[in-house]
T-cell receptor, first 114, second 114 residues
Framework: DTEVTQTPKHLVMGMTNKKSLKCEQH?????MYWYKQKAKKPPELMFV???????INESVPSRFSPECPNSSLLNLHLHALQPEDSALYLC?????????????FGPGTRLTVL | GQQLNQSPQSMFIQEGEDVSMNCTSS?????WLWYKQEPGEGPVLLIA?????ELTSNGRLTAQFGITRKDSFLNISASIPSDVGIYFC??????????????FGKGTRLHILP
């Protein structure tokens, strides 16, 4: 298995809803990432998990809450989002957090906040 | 902060033409990565480069890690319609104190005219 999967593919939510995005990889990678991507822009890093521990939080608002239940799974819990949070949310993984190596991306979740 | 200058911003070419795009920085990089992203999908890794001067091919794609370590280029030979998309360069600057972060260029949008 050489891919990163993400669910759901699309999500529409109101500003008072609570929802979660899910990401899974079975490549044995020990670093996992959440990125946010607006239209026609490059991905922006939100969080990094290294060996299932949060290692980077790029000053993301607390309405985004990441969770790494095990080495294969990464969740992003969403609560009280704003319309400007609408974007493509990408998950990625890489083999080892301790050295620079390639990041592999999932297909993304297209989030719309009404 | 670190910046990658990617050019051109967009290209309109005829099918069958060769394409060249590049990324430059004022800082030295240890790693260069080239990704392609199609609408509604996540970025797909095309080529990874780890050594100055390295020249790597992947089918009709060729990328090089510049000798100065401050630039990289991607060439596509004999373009076909499925080459349409946004191409991002990404890299790890030498002076970044974390191995699990990369920074992205702003992308080159490739259009192929019929």
């Amino acid at each position: 298995d050489t891919e990163v999967t993400q669910t759901p593919k699309h999500l529409v939510m109101g500003m008072t809803n609570k929802k979660s995005l899910k990401c899974e990889q079975h490549m044995g990678h020990r670093a996992m990432y959440w990125y946010k991507q607006k239209a026609k822009k490059p991905p922006e890093l939100m969080f990094v998990y290294s060996y299932e521990k949060l290692s980077i939080n790029e000053s993301v608002p607390s309405r985004f809450s990441p969770e790494c239940p095990n080495s294969s799974l990464l969740n992003l819990h969403l609560h009280a989002l704003q319309p400007e949070d609408s974007a493509l949310y990408l998950c990625a993984s890489s083999q080892e957090p301790d050295r620079v190596n390639e990041q592999f991306f999932g297909p993304g979740t297209r989030l719309t906040v009404l | 902060g670190q910046q990658l200058n990617q050019s051109p911003q967009s290209m309109f070419i005829q099918e069958g033409e060769d394409v060249s795009m590049n990324c430059t920085s004022s800082s030295i990089f240890n790693t260069w990565l080239w990704y392609k992203q199609e609408p509604g999908e996540g970025p797909v890794l095309l080529i990874a480069l780890y050594k100055a001067g390295e020249l790597t091919s992947n089918g009709r794609l060729t990328a090089q890690f510049g000798i100065t370590r401050k630039d990289s280029f991607l060439n596509i030979s004999a373009s076909i319609p499925s080459d349409v998309g946004i191409y991002f360069c990404a890299g790890h600057p030498k002076n970044m104190n974390r191995d699990d972060k990369i920074i992205f260029g702003k992308g080159t949008r490739l259009h192929i005219l019929p």
